[in-house]
């Protein structure tokens, strides 16, 4: 009898054990770490070509961008001539027109160029005359620049190559570098009260060593000044013909440090 109910109490516990459920094998989480490489690149080339030319009055967008405008040769009323190309460039000169005015010769009389005409987001207006100059050399090779100007000879009748304005003169005064990179940094302060034009280079803008890097203009005078910033002063004892008197104006840019 004893074993019957061992027996007994074997085949109930045997029955339990196979009516519970599989235990599961748990394994642990993978936390090692695997790495792969790729490439990233990047390359630069000289910027050799023309310079878009830029508002004078406000020359970088709100964005930061540049504000460029179309200029016209206030002299031939049509496109200016091309600025240069290279690594450091004028990108842009205006021309002085003196308007058409009654002859006067008994007294030294003195006559302002118009303000520079240009199109800025499709509308013509007028601004200072000015020069842009860009320099686009590499990092070690901004060595500093000057831009200058000179008058190539006396005003000239176009109907009469004998007829000149001996000794007359231009002038620029509110002349200021304005910065076209929309940065706060600054070159060499030009002077504002006078600059005369004469037959050898003057200076009117310059960069130390380190300076001058990318786009600046010499904007002769503001919004207000715009037309009374370049002068032509003709002395009294010029014989004046009823003519048009011309003449050219070189703009010069050079590296410093090849001087």
Known sequence: MINKKILGLAGLASLGLATTAPLAVVHADDTSKVSLQSNAQVSFIKDETTKPVLN??????????????????????????????????IDFASSFNFGTNIIISSAKQTYYASAQSYSNKGTMTTGPNFAQVTDNRSGDKHTGWKLQVKQDGDFTAVTD?????????????????????????????????????????????SADDGEGIGTWIYSMGNQNTADKSVSLTVPASSKIKEDTYKTTLTWTLSDTAVE
């Open 56 to 89: 004078p009055l406000n020359p970088v967008n709100a964005d930061g961008g540049q504000n460029s405008v179309t200029p016209i040769d206030n002299v031939t009323k049509d496109k200016p001539q091309a600025g240069t190309s290279g690594l450091l460039t």
């Open 161 to 205: 190559s004998s007829s000149k304005l001996t000794g007359a003169t231009i002038s620029i005064s509110n002349g200021k570098a304005v910065n076209g990179n929309g940065s706060d940094k600054v070159i060499n302060t030009v002077d504002t009260n006078s600059i005369t034009i004469g037959r050898e280079n003057t200076t009117v803008m």
